[in-house]
C-alpha cells in the first residue's frame, strides 16, 4: 500500500514539474492538445507511455500492426511517433523509414530494451528518428530525452538505400484464366424435329434346334451300336430284335 502511494505522490510530482516548466500545456483543450501516435506492440510499454504522455499534455493513438501503424500515420499526421523495432506485419525500422518517406518532417522516437540497443540506434540513426528510449520508461527518462525528441529532426539517410533494404516482391502475378469461348445463338426460325419412335420389333434369334437334332441322332446311334456290341460279346442274347434293329442302322 505504501508503495503504491509513494508512485502516486512521485508521478503527480514528475506532472507538477512538467507543468511548471511547460504551462501552456495545462491550458489546452483536448484538439489542441499535440498527439502522439504509439505504435511499440507491448502492452506494459504502451500503458506506460499512455499514461506519461497524458500527464504531459498529449493525446494518444495506439496501433500494434506496423503495416496498419503506417496508414495511421498518414490519416492522423500525428506530432510525435513511438516505435519499437519488433512490431508485427512490418519491422519498425521500415515503418519509421515508409513514414519519414510519406512525410519528411516526421518526428520518430525509437523504444527499445537495452538488448537490442545497438540495433536500435543503427535504426535510430538511418531512419532519422529524433531520440531513443531503453525500456522500462520513467518520467525522468523522458525528461532527459524531452528536449532530443522536440527538437531538430535529422536527416534520413535509409531513403536512399529503402529498396535495397526491403526490395519488393517480385513474385510474377497469376495471368487471368481464359474466358470460355461464346456459343452462336440459334436462329429462331430453326425448328428441331421431334425423335419418332420405331415401330420395327427386333429380330428374334434363331433358335437353334439343328445342333439339338445332331445330338440326338449321334447318342441314338451310340446306344444301339453299344447295345449291338454288349449282344456280340455276349453280355446280351439281342437275336431275336436284331432284324429291327438293323432296319435303323445306315
Not at 504502451?46 to 503506417?70: F, H, M, P, Y
Not at 421431334?194 to 434369334?205: C, D
Not at 445332331?214 to 430284335?241: M, Q
Request: glycine share 6%.
Amino acid at each position: 500500500m505504501a508503495s503504491r502511494y509513494s508512485s502516486r505522490v512521485i508521478q503527480q510530482h514528475e506532472t507538477a514539474s512538467f507543468l511548471s516548466r511547460h504551462p501552456h500545456v495545462g491550458m489546452m483543450s483536448s484538439e489542441e492538445q499535440p498527439l502522439a501516435l504509439v505504435v511499440v506492440g507491448n502492452a506494459t510499454v504502451e500503458g506506460r507511455l499512455r499514461s506519461i504522455l497524458k500527464n504531459q499534455g498529449w493525446r494518444t493513438e495506439t496501433c500494434g500492426d506496423g503495416d496498419k501503424a503506417v496508414d495511421e500515420f498518414v490519416n492522423l499526421r500525428p506530432d510525435l511517433v513511438f516505435l519499437s523495432l519488433d512490431i508485427p506485419s512490418m519491422d519498425g525500422h521500415l515503418a519509421a523509414l515508409e513514414m519519414r518517406e510519406t512525410d519528411y518532417e516526421a518526428r520518430i522516437t525509437i523504444v527499445s530494451s537495452r538488448q537490442r540497443m545497438t540495433t536500435a540506434l543503427n535504426a535510430a540513426y538511418s531512419a532519422g528518428a529524433v531520440a531513443v528510449l531503453e525500456t522500462p520508461l520513467t518520467q525522468s527518462v523522458f525528461d532527459e530525452n524531452w528536449d532530443s525528441m522536440m527538437g531538430e529532426i535529422p536527416p534520413a539517410p535509409g531513403l536512399a538505400d529503402l529498396d535495397e533494404l526491403y526490395p519488393e516482391s517480385d513474385e510474377p502475378e497469376m495471368p487471368p484464366m481464359p474466358m470460355p469461348p461464346i456459343m452462336p445463338e440459334m436462329p429462331e426460325d430453326v425448328v428441331i424435329p421431334e425423335a419418332q419412335p420405331s415401330n420395327s420389333e427386333p429380330a428374334e434369334k434363331p433358335k437353334k434346334k439343328g445342333k439339338w437334332l445332331k445330338r440326338i441322332l449321334f447318342l441314338l446311334i451310340l446306344s444301339v451300336a453299344g447295345t449291338l456290341g454288349a449282344h456280340y460279346g455276349d453280355f446280351i442274347d439281342l437275336t431275336e430284335y436284331i432284324p429291327v434293329l438293323e432296319e435303323y442302322l445306315p
